[in-house]
């Protein structure tokens, strides 16, 4: 069965935390996509990623960086947390050759106070 | 500008009834189209994938249009059940190529009353 795990569901962090979000595949897909979820703002792009090492940026990747060094795994790195970053924040992986459907981790609900 | 665009109001029907949900979409030009269910606190589910050279495509209770003249697809839901209350979501490609990008509506929710 597919699956998509994301480290946390829940996170709190405080103002300026480095904040490291983690995210694995098992179902060997080339992309990766980071998105975030705010009411009434629907899923937005941050980055994601096409190959091992390669990124790209989203529609909103202002206060984020990523890393992929594994094909599983994609991370997504808050340098400096801020307030307006609290969010639900969720993972997904595709394979073009199977036809780009995308497959939802169960999304980190971070806050940042 | 470009502009994915879901109905933004709940959608209520009775147990029984046909659900459709409408995507429209402007200055895109998209090879194919999704759909997507997503439940409260959950990330989305994959449902349908309909592609420009598709007029419709059906999966049990499930029916897609995609009509690339209006810029538009509709989702059916045929005998609708409580167990289809969610919110749905339609993406579209846009050129990405084997990237898989997606563009995704807003979403609708749809809520299926007894």
């Known amino acids: 069965d597919v699956k998509v795990t994301q480290s946390s569901r829940y996170l709190v962090k405080r103002t300026g935390e480095k904040v490291f979000l983690e995210c694995v595949q098992d179902m060997d897909h080339e992309n990766m996509f980071w998105y975030r979820q705010d009411p009434g703002l629907g899923l937005r792009l941050i980055y994601f990623s096409y190959d091992v090492k390669m990124k790209e940026k989203g529609d909103i990747p202002e206060g984020y960086s990523v890393s992929r060094e594994k094909k599983e795994r994609f991370s997504l790195i808050l340098e400096s947390a801020s307030t307006n970053q609290t969010s639900m924040y969720l993972c997904?992986?595709?394979?073009?050759?199977?036809?780009?459907?995308?497959?939802f981790g169960p999304g980190t609900r971070l806050t940042v106070l | 500008s470009q502009k994915i665009e879901q109905n933004s109001e709940a959608l209520n029907i009775q147990e029984g009834k046909t659900a459709t949900l409408t995507c429209n979409y402007t200055n895109y030009s998209p090879a194919y189209l999704q759909w997507y269910r997503q439940d409260p606190g959950r990330g989305p589910v994959f449902l349908l994938l309909i592609r420009e050279n598709e007029k419709e495509k059906r999966k049990e209770r499930l029916k897609v249009t995609f009509d690339t003249t209006l810029k538009q697809s509709l989702f059916h839901i045929t005998a609708s059940q409580p167990a289809d209350s969610a919110t749905y979501l339609c993406?579209?490609?846009?050129?990405?190529?084997?990237?898989?990008?997606?563009?995704f509506g807003q979403g609708t929710t749809l809520q299926v009353k007894p």
């Open positions: 997904a992986s595709s394979d073009p050759a199977r036809g780009n459907e995308q497959f």
């Open positions: 993406a579209l490609e846009n050129g990405s190529g084997n990237t898989g990008k997606l563009i």
